[in-house]
Each structure stands twice: as C-alpha cells, then as structure tokens.
C-alpha cells in the first residue's frame, strides 16, 4: 500500500463523488493507505495510490508527491527511485528493528541475499517523512 500527498490543486474527484458519504471515504482511505481510521483521518495530505513504486518514487523526485509510503517493497521495486530522491534531496526512511532508520542500504549487515530485502519505506521530503513517521510509531 502506499500513501501519498500531490502536489496540485486539482480537486479530488474520488473524494468529491463520495463527499457525502464520509464513512465510505473513511474506510476508503484507511484501506489505501493501510493505515488503521485514526492515523488516516488526521494525515495532512491526500491520499493516493498509483500503483508502481517507481512511478511514485519518481513523482517524489520531481516533486509532484510529497512522500510515499510502501508496506513491503522488493528492493526491485524502489532501488532506482532512492536514487532519484536522495539526488532531489529527499529522504528515505526503513523500519528495522530498532523503528525507522535511514535507509543505507538493502543488505542490512551484507550477510543476506539483496533479492529476499523486504521493509516498509517512507520517502520524501525531509519534513513530510517526518511528519508520517511521528504518525506511524
């Protein structure tokens, strides 16, 4: 699941259809971002769900999204996009076991096989990061 805050004006159709409705957008939304209803309903930004990892970690790059968040990413999924955010001056955040910690690297101590590298990422802008991180923990 991701999460994901855009960067534009443009109304939200998906929201506007189902305005009133505002459980059914409730449950939406929670489901989307994977989040539980009450970390959904106060999150500062839309939600969003495009589909590829890469593409969202693009958008981040170019700075059409704010921050995104992947539950179990393959290293596959976001290698390139790291890349492209950490160029942009963004951040990018993997929970260890000790919470979220910078992500380095998809090795952990080099013991594992990069292909079985599986953890839920935020990345983003720094203050967006840190915003759903403290909303996470």
Do not use: K
């Not at 459980?23 to 939304?29: E, I, P, S, T, V």
């Amino acid at each position: 699941m991701e999460i994901a805050r855009w960067r534009s004006n443009a109304p939200d159709t998906t929201r506007d259809r189902v305005s009133e409705q505002s459980n059914y957008y409730q449950h939406f939304a929670s489901r989307h971002v994977g989040l539980g209803s009450p970390a959904a309903a106060d999150l500062p930004w839309d939600i969003r769900r495009t589909g590829s990892a890469a593409v969202e970690c693009a958008f981040v790059a170019a700075g059409l999204l704010d921050v995104a968040r992947f539950d179990s990413p393959h290293v596959w999924d976001v290698a390139g996009g790291l890349a492209l955010v950490a160029a942009s001056g963004g951040v990018a955040l993997a929970q260890g076991t000790a919470g979220w910690e910078t992500l380095e690297s998809f090795g952990g101590d080099g013991t594992g096989e990069m292909r079985d590298w599986q953890s839920p990422v935020i990345l983003g802008r720094p203050e967006a990061v840190e915003t759903l991180r403290s909303r996470l923990e």
